[in-house]
């Protein structure tokens, strides 16, 4: 499954209303760090599907989630379950630390 992209007026559908576990990366189209991270996420999405959604929320087209949130700087990758952000890293990571982290946080492929 791709990376869904997610917009202020879809994240509490989207996310906070998910059955699923929501991975969220907050990036922007001039960070090249998010860029960086870009393929791995939507890896994940593709080998993960079903146990985790991983949504894209652009911090120009949509910046008041990510305020509300109190994201500082980007990429920041929040992990929410059930409605509740339960785990957060700032800054790209590779695959396989993002995969770690997922697991860390009981998320697995099925």
Same mark, same amino acid.
């Given at each position: 499954?791709?990376?869904?992209?997610?917009?202020?007026? +879809?994240?509490? =559908?989207?996310?906070?209303? +998910?059955?699923?576990?929501?991975?969220?990366?907050?990036?922007?189209?001039?960070?090249?760090?998010?860029?960086?991270?870009?393929? /791995?996420?939507?890896?994940?999405?593709?080998?993960?599907?079903?146990?985790?959604?991983? /949504?894209?929320? $652009?911090?120009?087209? +949509?910046?008041? =989630?990510?305020?509300?949130?109190?994201? @500082?700087?980007?990429?920041?990758? *929040?992990?929410?379950?059930?409605?509740? *952000?339960?785990?957060? @890293?700032?800054?790209?990571?590779?695959?396989?630390?993002?995969?770690?982290?997922?697991?860390?946080?009981?998320? =697995?492929? $099925?």
């Amino acid at each position: 499954m791709p990376t869904v992209k997610v917009t202020d007026d +879809s994240f509490e =559908t989207d996310v906070l209303k +998910s059955s699923t576990p929501v991975l969220v990366d907050f990036w922007a189209e001039w960070c090249g760090p998010c860029k960086q991270i870009g393929p /791995a996420l939507e890896q994940i999405a593709d080998e993960m599907a079903g146990a985790v959604t991983v /949504a894209k929320v $652009n911090i120009d087209d +949509s910046p008041m =989630t990510p305020s509300k949130l109190g994201v @500082k700087g980007i990429p920041t990758l *929040m992990l929410f379950r059930d409605g509740e *952000m339960t785990s957060m @890293k700032v800054g790209p990571m590779p695959k396989g630390k993002l995969v770690e982290w997922l697991a860390e946080a009981g998320v =697995t492929a $099925n």
